[in-house]
């Protein structure tokens, strides 16, 4: 099975910060890793699909990166409301597997 | 726009059993629940996320986690538009939020869009 590890977390941040989060596969998953950012109480929400593509809505502000075992989440300007907790997810092969996931928080 | 609800949850013995429904709710454009493949996944109290199970478009194909496998059965009723999560022997450490999750194609594509959540608690 593949295993996905994440980091920094937690992570500190400020309001404009560039803030970057790591996701690294145990095997080469080529681009087949989606970020998702989820608040307490509420369900996941997809931000990046195949690696790199922004999904419709998500403000431009994300952006992810990699391929094969090494892949990055980049939020450029921090906002409040992006306060939350982000996994990463690799479906290349059966069972899918998440990221232990980052939790952001303010400074 | 894809709106799941999931039903079923609720407080469980340790060891009886319990069933999950899913369902896609109210306006949804462009999705047709036959055509994707379906996700359980999982979420213990303060816990990461945690995959469950999968079920192809069709429901020929199945998969599972470890710590479900020979316990639960995912399946589906497309005709109903409806998925299924039946939880068999249920242990302590079963409890969490459980999710349905729409994969973006008709088995192993990634998942796209996710329900609110349904809290299944074990506990005697």
């Known amino acids: 099975d593949i295993q996905m590890t994440q980091s920094p977390s937690p992570l500190s941040a400020s309001v404009g910060d560039r803030v970057t989060i790591t996701c690294q596969a145990s095997?080469?998953?080529?681009?087949?890793l989606n970020w998702y950012q989820q608040t307490p109480g509420k369900a996941p929400k997809l931000l990046i699909f195949?690696?790199?593509n922004l999904e419709s809505g998500v403000p431009s502000r994300f952006s992810g990166s990699g391929s094969g075992t090494d892949f990055t989440l980049t939020i450029s300007n921090l906002q409040p409301e992006d306060i939350a907790t982000y996994y990463c997810?690799?479906?290349?092969?059966?069972?899918?597997?998440f990221g232990p996931g980052t939790r952001v928080d303010f400074k | 726009q894809v709106n799941l609800v999931e039903s079923g949850g609720g407080v469980v013995q340790p060891g009886r059993s319990g069933r999950l429904s899913c369902t896609p709710s109210?306006?949804?454009?462009?999705?047709?629940?036959?055509?994707?493949?379906m996700h359980w996944v999982r979420q213990a109290p303060g816990k990461g996320l945690e995959w469950v199970a999968v079920?192809?478009?069709?429901?020929?194909?199945?998969y599972y986690a470890e710590s479900v496998k020979g316990r639960f059965t995912i399946s589906r009723d497309n005709s109903k538009n409806t998925l299924f999560l039946q939880m068999n022997n249920l242990r302590v450490e079963d409890t969490a939020v459980y999710y349905c999750?729409?994969?973006?194609?008709?088995?192993?594509?990634?998942?796209?869009?996710w329900g609110q959540g349904t809290l299944v608690t074990v506990s005697s």
């Open positions: 999750a729409k994969d973006f194609h008709t088995y192993k594509g990634g998942i796209d869009y």
């Open positions: 109210g306006f949804t454009s462009g999705f047709s629940f036959s055509n994707h493949g």
């Open positions: 079920i192809s478009y069709d429901g020929s194909k199945t």
């Open positions: 095997q080469d998953i080529s681009n087949s």
């Open positions: 195949d690696a790199s």
């Open positions: 997810h690799q479906y290349a092969n059966l069972p899918p597997a």
